[in-house]
């Protein structure tokens, strides 16, 4: 384990949001809290189990999914390193809505559910910081499930590839930290169609591709395609 991970106090992956707690409140968060390392593909929580734990992903990328009444598996959201994971429904609900399984190798912080609902009620800045975070997530899922469901096929699978090089990784050449299938889950679109996509991409020069190793060849055009697909 790092050890700048042990103490919230000097944490280098802290979050904005604990820096409105005061020293006291987050040496309650270091002797409380657990730090869990898993492998790609673990579930780390499976819809329906109890929420008992503030989830923070301080390294790699996961996913929230469920299961449609089709009983097809839908994905719900990524989420990146320094994310809070199922924000919107820690204090609304006492059961997880859905699903969460590591698409790498990742590291989360667990902060019993309890602890952070009485900061919640003593600390009015760790509650608007709490407020603004969950505003932004909502936002955040309204914006992109409206841009997908506007979006042609060949719109959708610009945007998935824009989304991951630039919010995610922050490079334009990545490996996919996810199947065909599952782009398919996350846009609404079949395995063999964003197969299909990827290769005419790959044939008209926007990207290289080579099993998960994607490089961007020509973000203007990709962007062009995002935007007015």
């Not at 994971?85 to 590291?107: N, R």
């Not at 900061?119 to 975070?133: H, W």
């Not at 090089?165 to 996919?176: H, M, P, Q, R, V």
Request: hydrophobic residues 40%; positive net charge.
């Amino acid at each position: 384990m790092d050890n700048r991970m042990e103490n919230c106090i000097t944490c280098k992956y802290k979050s904005q949001l604990f820096e409105k707690l005061s020293e006291e409140q987050l040496k309650e968060i270091s002797s409380s809290k657990k730090t869990v390392f898993v492998s790609k593909g673990d579930m780390i929580c499976r819809e329906g189990e109890s929420i008992t734990s503030f989830v923070y992903l301080v390294q790699g990328l996961i996913k929230l999914h469920k299961m449609d009444r089709f009983g097809r598996d839908q994905i719900v959201s990524i989420a990146k390193p320094l994310d809070f994971v199922g924000l919107l429904t820690l204090f609304s609900d006492k059961t997880y809505k859905y699903s969460i399984t590591a698409l790498q190798d990742s590291t989360l912080c667990f902060v019993d559910i309890e602890l952070m609902k009485k900061f919640v009620t003593i600390n009015g800045a760790f509650a608007l910081e709490v407020m603004k975070n969950i505003s932004a997530v909502s936002d955040d899922i309204i914006k992109k499930t409206y841009a997908i469901n506007s979006k042609n096929l060949r719109g959708r699978i610009a945007l998935v590839l824009s989304d991951f090089a630039d919010s995610i990784f922050g490079s334009y050449s990545f490996d996919l930290p996810i199947s065909r299938k599952e782009i398919g889950e996350l846009i609404d679109m079949t395995p063999e169609n964003v197969i299909r996509i990827l290769s005419e991409f790959r044939r008209d020069g926007l990207i290289n591709l080579k099993g998960k190793s994607v490089e961007i060849l020509n973000k203007s055009m990709l962007l062009k395609i995002r935007d007015l697909g």
